[in-house]
């Protein structure tokens, strides 16, 4: 299988601390994408990075990418209850393979 | 409003009935695939288009069929469905597999 693997498999902060998530990947990429998903509903694009750019940001979100390292971290800042929610990372060309996920709940 | 829609959205069958959920997308995405979502396991690709009469395997294709005779369907078979599939299913579309996926609400499907 080429499903990534994402760690930590949970997290739990309080709310206004950072949270990072990483996810690493197995093949060479033209693009990583990141998603969120609240409790079984369908996911949510939240950004993608191409595979020369090394960093991205999108509100409260950064995210990095280490093409050499084949992996990717995705911090939420300033974090908000209604950041409580499943992320996964996806990347492929053609066959889609996403990551593991990670459980972030943030308490308030 | 650009959406991807499913249905049914839940379903419980008996083992070897043959079912049919539906996908359809109004966007003219080219783009389109089924997942499956499974505790622990996270989503995984079951098949994909890549335009209409064009489909390929995903990670996980055993038991499933599909086909693509319009852009805008792209339903999913389970000719025998069994226990194991048992799971939560997802359709997504993109106008090219490099871009952002549009995920269905998924449906939730058990066999018993």
């Known amino acids: 299988s080429q499903q990534g693997e994402e760690d930590p498999q949970a997290l739990s902060i309080q709310e206004g601390e950072n949270a990072t998530m990483n996810c690493s990947y197995k093949t060479s990429i033209n693009n990583l994408q990141w998603y969120r998903q609240n409790s079984g509903r369908g996911l949510v694009h939240l950004i993608l990075i191409r595979s020369n750019e090394r960093e991205k940001h999108s509100g409260r979100l950064r995210v990095t990418l280490d093409t050499s390292k084949k992996s990717s971290s995705l911090l939420i800042t300033a974090s908000r209850a209604a950041d409580t929610a499943s992320y996964f990372c996806?990347?492929?060309?053609?066959?889609?393979?996403f990551g593991t996920g990670t459980r972030l709940t943030i308490i308030p | 409003e650009a959406q991807v829609t499913q249905n049914p959205r839940y379903l419980i069958t008996v083992t070897g009935k043959k079912l049919t959920v539906t996908c359809s997308q109004n966007?003219?995405?080219?783009?389109m695939s089924w997942y499956r979502q499974d505790p622990g396991l996270g989503l995984r690709q079951i098949y994909y288009s890549m335009n209409v009469e064009v489909t390929d395997k995903g990670d996980v294709p055993e038991g499933y069929k599909v086909s693509r005779k319009e852009k805008r369907n792209f339903p999913l078979i389970l000719e025998s469905p069994s226990p194991n599939q048992t799971s939560l299913y997802f359709c997504?579309?993109?106008?090219?597999?490099?871009?952002?996926?549009?995920f269905g609400p998924g449906t939730r499907l058990t066999v018993t």
């Open positions: 996806l990347q492929g060309n053609e066959k889609l393979t």
């Open positions: 997504a579309s993109s106008p090219g597999t490099v871009g952002e996926q549009y």
């Open positions: 966007m003219n995405h080219e783009y």
